[in-house]
């Protein structure tokens, strides 16, 4: 892992070369527990089916990144996609990518692709979230109340430097009263580049309900995968069947490498 200064803090990050300069590069965001070793060889396999180069790193709290500098806002997962990934993109000399987001990180790319005012070729939007369900409150509830006496602060420190950063930022704002009412539904109106929402039918954190309502706003092209005996990490659960779909949505939107 490599290792990026953003005003004056550290994000960890690693770089996947391509085989090609002509695909849209990757970048991947991940979810609201995860970093850029949770990842593990899942970006490999895609960059290397894409021909793409590709960008995996962990965000502030997350991973061997800075822990944070306070609690997070209601507002935290805009703050990355406006304020911390441009800086990013730019340190990185990334233009126009491909951004591959799970849960929390589907829901960054989405916001900075209505929202930060610059190029995207594409999205592909795992497991994201547009709006709070019970089902989510309730899952994050019950992990939040054993979390630390249980066997998963134990698991998630061997991934996080800062491992109640991690878990707390995430877990407090999510059952947070004030974020109930949150919702994406502005920037996925917004949306007007291909995109591609992909579903486990068994997802413990959120319904169909999500990527229906990001079908129904988006103005460009978007494409629905629902994929049965999956839960929330659909690259874990059904990694074959995700990894195809992104190749086939990759060729069909930026064919013979042009984008």
Do not use: N
Request: charged share 20%.
């Amino acid at each position: 892992m490599l290792s990026m200064d953003i005003g004056g803090r550290a994000i960890e990050y690693r770089v996947i070369p391509g085989a090609v300069s002509d695909r849209p590069p990757l970048v991947f965001l991940h979810e609201g527990l995860g970093c850029a070793a949770l990842w593990r060889d899942f970006p490999d396999k895609v960059a290397r089916e894409l021909g793409a180069p590709a960008l995996v790193y962990s965000r502030f709290g997350y991973g061997q990144s800075a822990g944070l500098k306070g609690p997070r806002t209601t507002r935290f997962m805009h703050e990355e996609a406006l304020d911390v990934l441009p800086v990013l993109l730019d340190r990185a000399s990334i233009t126009r990518p491909l951004l591959i987001g799970h849960s929390d990180g589907a829901s960054i790319a989405l916001i900075h692709a209505a929202s930060a005012g610059r190029a995207v070729a594409g999205l592909v939007l795992m497991a994201p979230h547009i709006m709070v369900e019970p089902i989510s409150v309730e899952s994050i509830a019950r992990i939040s109340a054993t979390y630390a006496k249980g066997p998963l602060r134990a698991r998630l420190a061997r991934y996080h430097a800062h491992v109640d950063d991690a878990f707390r930022g995430w877990a407090d704002t999510w059952l947070d009263p004030a974020f109930f009412d949150w919702s994406l539904e502005p920037e996925a109106r917004a949306l007007s580049i291909p995109t591609l929402l992909i579903q486990g039918r068994d997802d413990e954190y959120g319904t169909l309900a999500q990527i229906d309502r990001i079908a129904e706003l988006a103005q460009g092209s978007v494409e629905r995968l629902v994929l049965e005996k999956c839960g929330h990490s659909p690259h874990r659960d059904q990694e074959a069947a995700v990894i195809a779909a992104i190749a086939d949505f990759a060729a069909r939107h930026f064919p013979s490498g042009k984008t």
